[in-house]
């Protein structure tokens, strides 16, 4: 069974900068996209990120665009998501999320599975 465990996430001032961390377990880490949502309080959650099985491609949310990078070292089984000039808006529960899918979406219903999730509150 495919296991996801996030880590990295934390408290940061406005402006701050943060790197997630996403291992993946239990199955070939080169056969999924992996991505990243998130969700804030009281709201859905929301597509951030996705990159392909190899890597070579890459899709972001026009929410964060510019100020993430999402990268993939399929030897180390691993996913990151640099987060720079972070805003209070940002605040949110992160989720990795991993999916066999043929092509990458943005609807969260299609991702297979899902880590538990790394808070992130950004204060102003």
């Known amino acids: 069974q495919v296991q996801l465990v996030e880590s990295g996430g934390g408290l940061v001032q406005a402006g701050g900068s943060l790197r997630l961390s996403c291992k993946f377990s239990?199955?070939?880490?080169?056969?999924?996209?992996m991505g990243w949502f998130r969700q804030a309080p009281g709201k859905e959650r929301e597509y951030v990120v996705a990159?392909?099985?190899?890597?070579?491609?890459?899709y972001y949310a026009d929410s964060m665009k510019g100020r993430i990078t999402i990268s993939r070292d399929n030897a180390q089984n691993t996913v990151y998501l640099q987060m720079n000039g972070l805003k209070p808006e940002d605040t949110a529960v992160y989720y990795c999320?991993?999916?066999?899918?043929?092509?990458?979406?943005?609807?969260?219903?299609?991702?297979?599975?899902w880590g538990q999730g790394t808070q992130i509150t950004v204060s102003s």
């Open positions: 999320v991993a999916t066999r899918l043929v092509t990458i979406t943005t609807n969260s219903r299609l991702w297979d599975y």
């Open positions: 990159v392909t099985r190899s890597g070579g491609e890459t």
């Open positions: 239990g199955g070939t880490f080169s056969d999924y996209h």
